[in-house]
Structures are given as structure tokens and as C-alpha cells.
């Protein structure tokens, strides 16, 4: 594993981001977030599989972008590391790839609701956030998982240019051009979810019909603006990790 102060500093960031997730329940037992490497854009970082809350900087390990782990160690990781490796093949801009199974992003894969952004703290959900859809890959016979490089492919073909993608009954994945980024987005896109749900309940409850969401430029917009203050919420959730 490289030890460049600048790539320790990438995997404290990683490790970091594992742990921030985990606490601010992104993830649970289940979850994990890549960062492409700065120095060969054909290789990311991802822990070894294991719980997020617990990874450290020692527990990276390197992986292409065909999915196959290089360690020296001969550690494993995780089994949906086709869903990165595939992703960053497919776009150069990302550099860092979050998948979580975030409870309240699960109904809006499962049933004709959009995920829409409903507040500007989630204006980079933009007007469209496509649904992965597994059976039109492999049937109805699948256990749903991003087992291997051709379905990862499929689903970074579904995420298109956007931001974030849901999977139908499983999640989602989020991408961002950095680590601290990719946190804000994932921690927001489960908070909107969770504000829509309210928001539907009560305007449909009153028979107001559909919710006041964002336009597309307030969207466009807001997210612009968020992505230069992303380091404010990163210190927060930060100096909230367990010492």
C-alpha cells in the first residue's frame, strides 16, 4: 500500500468517511464508499469487508477497474465492489462512490414516487434520479447484489451523468468528486427522502396534491453553491466520531 503523506492522507479520509456514515446511520452493518486514486485514475481505495464503523487507514485496500483487489495482504473486500469499479470506469469525473442501503431512500425505489429534491440541501438530486432495476439484467431470480463487473456496468449505465441512483429494493449509490463531497450527498439524499415522505403525507393528507419541490436551476443552483462548504458539515460530523 502506498505511503505518501498525500495518499495516507486520502485513506485517513476514507477511514474517516466510513466511520462518519456509520454514525450518522447511512450505514449500519452494511455500506461502503471508494475514492479513485490520485495517482493512477485506474485504481480506487475501498475498505476490506468489514463494518464500516470500524475501518481504519490500515484496512484499505487498492482495487482496478475491473473489480479485482490488490493487496499484498490477500485481504478481500467487498463483494459489491463491482458497483465502484464500474462506475469509475464509466465516469472520469467521479472520484469517490458511496453505496449504502439508507432505510428511507427504499420506498421511493419500490413504487412510482420520485425521489425529488425538496429542499436546497439536496439540489444535486436535479429532476431526475433513475432507478436501477436488477430483473431487467438477470431476471427475477437474483438475491439482488452487484456480484460481478456486467451488472455493475448495467447499473453505472442506469446512474447515467446523474448523481444518484436508486436500486429497487437494495438502496442506492451516490458520486461526488471527492470523499467529503460524496458524504454530504449521501447523509442529504437520505434526509430529503425523509423530508418528502413527510411532506407527501401532509400535502396529500390535506388534499393539497403534490409537494412544492425544487426547479431545475434552484436545484442546480443550491447544489453549486453546497459543493463549496462541504468542509462545515465534514468538522461536525467528524469531532462527533467516537474517540
Not at 34 to 45: A, G, I, K, L, T
Not at 118 to 136: A, K
Not at 186 to 194: H, L, R, S
Request: glycine fraction near 8%; aromatic fraction near 6%; charge should be negative.
Amino acid at each position: 500500500m502506498p505511503t505518501s503523506p498525500a495518499i495516507q492522507q486520502l485513506l485517513e479520509d476514507l477511514a474517516t468517511a466510513n466511520q462518519i456514515l456509520a454514525n450518522e446511520g447511512v450505514f449500519d452493518g452494511f455500506g461502503h464508499i471508494s475514492v479513485r486514486h490520485p495517482e493512477n485514475p485506474e485504481r480506487f481505495f475501498i475498505a476490506r469487508s468489514m463494518a464500516p464503523a470500524s475501518v481504519t487507514a490500515a484496512d484499505i485496500v487498492e482495487c482496478d477497474l475491473n473489480g479485482d483487489v490488490h493487496d499484498a495482504q490477500g485481504r478481500k473486500s467487498y463483494l459489491e465492489r463491482f458497483i465502484h469499479s464500474a462506475i469509475f470506469k464509466k465516469r472520469p469525473d467521479v472520484n469517490s462512490v458511496v453505496h449504502s442501503h439508507s432505510p428511507a431512500i427504499i420506498p421511493f425505489g419500490v413504487t412510482g414516487a420520485r425521489l425529488r429534491p425538496i429542499c436546497h440541501m439536496s439540489g444535486f438530486l436535479g429532476s431526475n434520479v433513475p432507478t436501477f432495476e436488477i430483473r431487467d439484467t438477470l431476471g427475477e431470480t437474483s438475491d439482488m447484489l452487484i456480484r460481478n463487473q456486467s451488472i455493475g456496468e448495467s447499473l453505472a449505465d442506469t446512474l447515467g451523468n446523474n448523481t444518484v441512483a436508486l436500486l429497487r429494493g437494495h438502496g442506492n449509490v451516490v458520486v461526488a468528486n471527492s470523499i467529503q463531497l460524496a458524504v454530504f450527498r449521501a447523509y442529504y439524499t437520505e434526509g430529503n427522502a425523509k423530508l418528502q415522505a413527510d411532506a407527501m403525507r401532509m400535502s396529500f393528507g390535506m388534499g393539497a396534491g403534490e409537494p412544492i419541490y425544487l426547479s431545475e436551476e434552484e436545484a442546480r443552483n443550491s447544489a453549486e453553491t453546497n459543493a463549496g462548504q462541504v468542509e462545515r458539515p465534514w468538522s461536525v460530523w467528524k469531532s462527533k466520531l467516537p474517540v
